[in-house]
């Protein structure tokens, strides 16, 4: 895919998380930090501004 992978720096490396490429132009992809060869989602920047801003407000939270 050609993606540099990142994890949160709050993850304090673990592999309990998600990790992050946006290197592709207009795209965001995601993928479990324990599978890192399997499947990943693939999002739009704007698809993915929205998840984050909602995450920061509490949107998700259980």
Known sequence: MGDEFRKPNLSGGGDNCVEVAANLPDLVTVRDSKNPS????????????????????????F
Do not use: N, Q, R, Y
Not at 44 to 56: I, N
């Open 38 to 61: 399997g499947p990943a989602l693939t999002f739009s920047t704007s698809e993915w501004d929205t998840f984050v801003d909602g995450a920061k407000l509490g949107m998700f939270d």
